[in-house]
């Protein structure tokens, strides 16, 4: 059974920062490139960054230059974190795993509540 489990969200202050971790299972998670995703009350969803297999990595803009993704194939991990956080990225942020970079992302965890307050 696959299952992506989010970590490491709370309560935050603004200008502060985050690290959230996601773990995975049930799958070959090394052949997975993996991402983060979030969605804010009354938005869409918005992915936030990226990581393929190689270990390259593409942010959102809105997030470029002070947010770090990164992943341990080791222990099944994806981790991502975020500095400088504003009211505005108050949101649920799920990680999610696609086979290929555009395949579709085709596993989700259930998210992890970030607020910025």
């Known amino acids: 059974q696959v299952q992506l489990v989010e970590s490491g969200g709370g309560l935050v202050q603004p200008g502060g920062s985050l690290r959230l971790s996601c773990a995975a299972s049930g799958y070959t998670y090394s052949s997975y490139c993996m991402a983060w995703f979030r969605q804010a009350p009354g938005k869409e969803r918005e992915g936030v960054a990226s990581?393929?297999?190689?270990?390259?990595?593409t942010y959102a803009d809105s997030v470029k230059g002070r947010s770090t993704i990164s992943r341990d194939n080791a222990k099944n991990t994806v981790t991502l974190r975020m500095d400088s956080l504003a009211f505005d990225e108050t949101g649920l942020y799920f990680c999610?795993?696609?086979?290929?970079?555009?395949?579709?992302?085709?596993?989700w965890g259930q998210g992890t509540q970030v607020t910025v307050s």
């Open positions: 999610a795993a696609e086979r290929w970079v555009g395949s579709g992302y085709v596993y």
């Open positions: 990581i393929d297999h190689e270990g390259v990595t």
